[in-house]
Nanobody
């Protein structure tokens, strides 16, 4: 069992910044995870924002490239999403997701899961509202 708890959402004006956090708690010790941030606006499908593989790097949605940064702090078991130059269209509920990853995985293992939104564990979400 893995529990994910997001925090850091809020209301901000366009051009502002926020940093989302996702605390990861697990009954078991997994050496590696595929991690991701997703968002869902009212009336829209959930979409990928950023994915992270600790060995093979990161992937971003085109709409957030050069504005958002995904990172992790293994010592704190926390995933982050730094969001700069926020736009009204970034308004959504943001979710973090995790999937234990095998040590002997391919370079595309986590990226494939990100693109398919294929994660076993999801947080409850944190709301981000950007006003113009």
């Amino acid at each position: 069992q893995v529990q994910l708890v997001e925090s850091g959402g809020g209301s901000v004006q366009a051009g502002g910044s926020l940093r989302l956090s996702c605390a990861v708690a697990s009954r078991y010790t997994y050496s590696s995870y595929c991690m991701g941030w997703f968002r869902q606006a009212p009336g829209k499908e959930r979409e990928g924002v950023a994915g992270l593989d600790s060995d093979f790097g990161t992937v971003y949605a085109d709409s957030v490239k050069d504005r958002f940064t995904i990172s992790q702090d293994n010592a704190k078991s926390t995933l982050y999403l730094r969001m700069d130059s926020l736009k009204p269209e970034d308004t959504a509920m943001y979710y973090c997701a995790a999937e234990p990853a095998p040590e002997s995985r391919s370079r595309v293992y986590c990226e494939s899961r990100y693109k398919k939104k294929n994660y076993r564990y999801w947080g409850q979400g944190t709301q981000v509202t950007v006003s113009s």
